[in-house]
């Protein structure tokens, strides 16, 4: 088992910026694929952003238009989800999640049903 925390959500303004923070004890975080999903009030948990196992390739939504970044740090079991020129509508609650199969398809990091490991999420919320 994977104990996912993730940190640093929050409150920001239009135009913001944010870092979400996920920390994956254990020796075999390097192995995973890393997703963050998101989730607003009343809609599905969607895919946001996904890394590889070494932090060598990573893929966003199409929709977020490059505003979101996703990067990790296997020394310290850590990943990240920088956000850019944040809006209104990303407010949601920001989970991440790991997937054991290390295998890097754009179909699979896409699909929630994949990921073997969930965080509890954290809250953005950001205002007009």
């Known amino acids: 088992q994977v104990h996912l925390v993730e940190s640093g959500g929050g409150l920001v303004q239009s135009g913001g910026s944010l870092t979400l923070s996920c920390a994956a004890p254990g020796r075999t975080f390097s192995d995973y694929v890393m997703g963050w999903f998101r989730q607003a009030p009343e809609k599905e948990r969607e895919f946001v952003a996904a890394i590889d196992s070494s932090g060598g390739k990573t893929y966003s939504a199409d929709s977020l238009n490059g505003r979101f970044t996703i990067y990790r740090d296997n020394a310290k079991n850590m990943v990240y989800l920088h956000m850019n020129r944040l809006k209104p509508e990303d407010t949601a609650i920001y989970y991440c999640?790991?997937?054991?199969?290390?295998?890097?398809?754009?179909?699979?990091?896409?699909?929630?049903?994949?990921?073997?490991?969930w965080g509890q999420g954290t809250q953005v919320t950001v205002s007009s």
């Open positions: 999640a790991a997937d054991r199969s290390r295998i890097w398809s754009r179909n699979r990091m896409m699909n929630r049903g994949m990921y073997d490991y």
